[in-house]
């Protein structure tokens, strides 16, 4: 089986990301998709196991195995959380859909490190673009603010939500240039300095619930394996 089969024939879940999810699309935007597949049982039981990952088939398409999916949302991966909370689900079948009520499952505080810590190799390569070139990736820095700004609410909250809402307009204006990298700088600081205050009296629970995501997956395997041998063993 090829890995674009996988994608094509085995996805539980996919979903529209990047600045339309956010919505800070502009007619010049791309279309990010993300999914989520399950390959089948028995490709598990060889020596060469399916891939944890898959780019394509179409273009600014990528996909994850849900194994991999489920790990790296328990560690509070920014890109694997936002995904489970997209706004624009293009499809997600019963398996898919057990995962998206997963969603509050695997959020904890374990996102003030994670998020904050992609925040901060964000801001490392926006000061070294501006040390080399005098000026900032400007889209690179808007999603800086974003990013931070996602952070901070969602641990003021405990609840994960990508449109950026009325900050939009400001956003752009950043990602155009028309705002100075120290306004940009001083706008990043505030909100690492709100983040860090939410994080002290965040209402996430201290780990994400393990236990119950793996009973989900485990679910899932076993159903895969019994619908190749539905009599069992010989």
Known sequence: MQPEDLVRDH??????????AFGL??????TD???VFVAPAPLFWRFEKPPAHVEGPRPEQFSWELERFCALALRGNPNILECLHSPLVEHADGTGRELLALR????????????????????????????????????HAMHLLRLLASARDLLRTGRLALDVG??????????RG??????????????????ERAGRRTPLPAEPDQRRVEDFLVRVRHASALAHHPAGPA
């Open 104 to 139: 509050e499952a695997f959020l904890s505080r374990r996102v003030h490190a994670t998020f904050i810590g992609y925040a901060r190799d964000q801001r490392r390569r926006l000061d070294a673009d501006v040390r080399a070139h005098g000026a900032p990736r400007w889209k």
């Open 178 to 195: 028309e705002v100075s990298w120290s306004e940009v700088e001083s706008w990043a600081g505030r909100l690492a300095d709100e983040a």
């Open 33 to 35: 998709r993300r999914g």
């Open 166 to 175: 009325d900050a939009r307009p400001r956003l752009l204006a950043v990602k």
């Open 11 to 20: 996805t539980i879940y996919a979903c529209v990301m990047g600045s339309r």
């Open 25 to 30: 699309a502009t007619e010049s935007s791309d």
